[in-house]
């Protein structure tokens, strides 16, 4: 169910800026993303690692704006779970990036991956993530 503008209480001003700076970070990763898939010399270990810490920075932006204390995890699927509890809507193509979560900071250490990864839908993933993170940043 959507929140009506009584629902949300306005986040302090530390809170948006912190929220802004997750939202800077995430478009630094998904800026490298982008320059790695265009010169196609980068292994899809590194590509998907900026793809999935960009996700998991706009997500965290969104918990922030929203006044959520933001866990200490780089899982999408329970980040997205954390928002969903606290009422934040979340579109389906924004739930769909929890398939970016293999390639957080702990699978970069020695876990191979034996899905694909799809370059392609990844960039779909991280932007879809980004309107949904901006929509919700420039609300507040």
Same mark, same amino acid.
């Given at each position: 169910? /959507? *929140?009506?503008? =009584? $629902?949300?209480?306005?986040?302090?001003?530390?809170? @948006?800026? *912190?929220?802004?700076?997750?939202?800077?970070?995430?478009?630094? $990763? =998904?800026? &490298?993303?982008? +320059?790695? @898939?265009?010169? #196609?010399?980068?292994? $899809? !270990? %590194?590509?998907?690692?900026?793809?999935?810490?960009?996700?998991?920075?706009? &997500?965290?932006?969104?918990?922030?704006?929203?006044?959520?204390?933001?866990?200490?995890?780089?899982?999408? =699927?329970?980040?997205?779970?954390?928002?969903?509890?606290?009422? %934040?809507? +979340? /579109? #389906?193509?924004?739930?769909?990036?929890?398939?970016?979560?293999?390639?957080? %900071?702990?699978?970069?250490?020695?876990?191979? @991956?034996?899905?694909?990864? $799809?370059?392609? &839908? !990844?960039? #779909?993933?991280? =932007?879809?993530?980004?309107?949904? !993170?901006?929509?919700? *940043?420039?609300?507040?």
């Amino acid at each position: 169910m /959507p *929140l009506s503008a =009584r $629902d949300v209480s306005l986040p302090s001003p530390e809170s @948006i800026e *912190l929220a802004q700076q997750f939202f800077r970070k995430a478009v630094e $990763d =998904r800026e &490298a993303m982008e +320059i790695l @898939i265009a010169s #196609d010399r980068a292994a $899809d !270990a %590194v590509v998907g690692f900026h793809a999935q810490q960009a996700v998991e920075k706009f &997500a965290k932006a969104v918990l922030v704006a929203r006044d959520i204390e933001v866990p200490r995890t780089h899982d999408l =699927r329970f980040l997205f779970d954390v928002a969903s509890a606290e009422r %934040v809507e +979340i /579109p #389906d193509a924004v739930q769909s990036s929890r398939w970016l979560t293999p390639w957080s %900071v702990e699978f970069r250490y020695g876990d191979e @991956i034996e899905d694909p990864f $799809d370059r392609a &839908a !990844a960039i #779909d993933s991280v =932007r879809a993530v980004e309107r949904w !993170a901006a929509d919700i *940043l420039v609300a507040n």
